[in-house]
């Protein structure tokens, strides 16, 4: 199961600042291991949702690749991913991870998924 949401860190006043796009991974059935947090912060050449130059859930690189955490095959490729990358969903604690490393190998994934022939 996976629920996306929009966040803003706290500058040391407590007032929101950066957005951040989470997508959050919770391993079924319930109770059998830690959830996996995904986190897309906004920086330099990125775009999270926020504003009206992208939909809510957009994220991506200004000159390349882009996700929507929408669709079910940009999640599952982001899973896949942070399984390459080391996380276990039995661990029982809950994970954050920078999404901005796993994305393009993600958008690789689920291109490739789309032509498996590579044609």
Request: charged share 10%; glycine share 12%.
């Given at each position: 199961m996976?629920?996306?949401r929009h966040a803003h860190r706290k500058d040391e006043t407590g007032r929101g600042?950066?957005?951040r796009q989470i997508l959050t991974l919770t391993p079924?059935?319930?109770g059998t291991g830690g959830?996996?947090?995904?986190v897309f912060p906004e920086g330099p050449g990125r775009y999270v949702p926020g504003g009206g130059y992208s939909g809510s859930g957009d994220v991506?690189?200004?000159s390349g690749s882009d996700l929507n955490l929408h669709e079910p095959g940009a999640v599952r490729a982001l899973l896949e991913v942070a399984l390459?990358?080391?996380w276990r969903p039995k661990e029982r604690r809950p994970v954050?991870?920078?999404g901005w490393p796993l994305l393009d190998a993600?958008?690789?994934m689920r291109a490739n998924a789309a032509d498996p022939e590579g044609t």
């Open positions: 996976w629920t996306m600042v950066g957005c079924q059935p319930a959830s996996l947090r995904i991506g690189f200004i390459i990358h080391g954050e991870i920078d993600a958008v690789a």
